[in-house]
């Protein structure tokens, strides 16, 4: 009895010591970040970090995500808040849960509607959330062209009287949450309003009218709508330079008038030649005959000569 009593204390005194010494690894590991937690009002059990560690989720990151959205007054509650779960879930599926957690926080301060479900959406689309919420707060502008992107430094258009303007542009644009997944980029913005200020000049009678009102341009690609279906809304575009380039008209109108010269000379060197050529036809036709004429005397005689033998011909003789 002694020695089961006794084997029994033993084997309770090794499983305390082994739980003992789990508690004390957990403490270790998970301590410091739960009391963070429970200090801040996060709502994170021990467990669920637990639980983080065997799921390969950086504890660390989604205790510093809900102690920044529960002191930023946002929602942290297990039902309709941003969860434990929710942040999990967005870590494990690849998503910046950090970048996501500032955005809404930005976005809420600036009072602007934007839920966790959607900015992990966005996030997830490969888009900075963050950036996304900033540009909104902020307008960014873009230029037109953008140097970056094309090499080119101005547009160039040609109003209807041949006059080349080059054009340097600058957009005003803002975020578009609502349509910033599956909505077109930057480079569609560019291109509309390249393609709108061409158009515009494109309209004018001269280009004086465009030096005269450039805000003109701008009120007519600005009414276009260019920003539909895209990432962004258009706040305003203004136009930055405008220079006065070649007379594009005149130079085509004097290609043309050149090539119509070369085209009326190469015509008159035609008929030039044809008449060259009919000329020496008419000699050779002319020398043709002659030979000819000169076969046809040399037969005459002959033709006498035979007519005589044959008695064909007779001569009347009168002596005086």
Not at 137 to 165: F, M, Q, W, Y
Request: charged share 20%.
């Amino acid at each position: 009895m002694g020695t089961a009593g006794t084997a029994i204390l033993v084997g309770v005194g090794i499983f305390v010591v082994i739980f003992l010494g789990i508690l004390g690894i957990v403490a270790m590991a998970y301590g410091k970040i739960w009391f963070q937690a429970y200090m801040s009002s996060a709502d994170i059990s021990l467990l669920s970090l637990i639980g983080m560690g065997f799921r390969q989720v950086n504890p660390r990151i989604i205790v510093a995500a809900k102690i920044m959205a529960g002191q930023a007054g946002l929602d942290i509650g297990r039902r309709a808040g941003i969860s434990t779960s929710r942040l999990e879930a967005h870590f494990l599926a690849g998503g910046n849960v950090m970048n996501v957690i500032n955005a809404i926080i930005a976005a809420h301060r600036a009072g602007i509607d934007l839920d966790f479900d959607r900015a992990a959406a966005i996030d997830l689309a490969g888009r900075d959330v963050l950036d996304a919420v900033r540009t909104s707060v902020h307008p960014k502008v873009i230029d037109c062209p953008d140097p970056r992107r094309s090499g080119k430094t101005t547009l160039s258009a040609i109003s209807k009287n041949g006059v080349e303007l080059r054009i340097r542009a600058r957009v005003t644009v803002r975020t578009n949450l609502e349509q910033l997944i599956g909505g077109a980029t930057e480079e569609t913005i560019i291109a509309r309003v390249g393609e709108g200020i061409i158009t515009s000049i494109g309209s004018a009678n001269t280009h004086l009218e465009v030096l005269e009102n450039p805000d003109r341009i701008s009120r007519a690609v600005l009414g276009r709508g260019l920003d539909a279906h895209t990432a962004f809304e258009i706040v305003s575009i203004d136009i930055a330079d405008i220079d006065v380039g070649e007379n594009i008209g005149a130079r085509l109108q004097a290609d043309q008038a050149e090539a119509d010269t070369r085209v009326a000379r190469a015509e008159a060197e035609q008929r030039r030649a044809e008449a060259v050529a009919t000329e020496q036809e008419m000699k050779a036709n002319v020398a043709e005959n002659r030979a000819r004429l000169v076969l046809a005397e040399a037969e005459v005689p002959q033709a006498m000569a035979e007519a005589f033998r044959r008695g064909s011909i007779y001569t009347n003789s009168t002596n005086a």
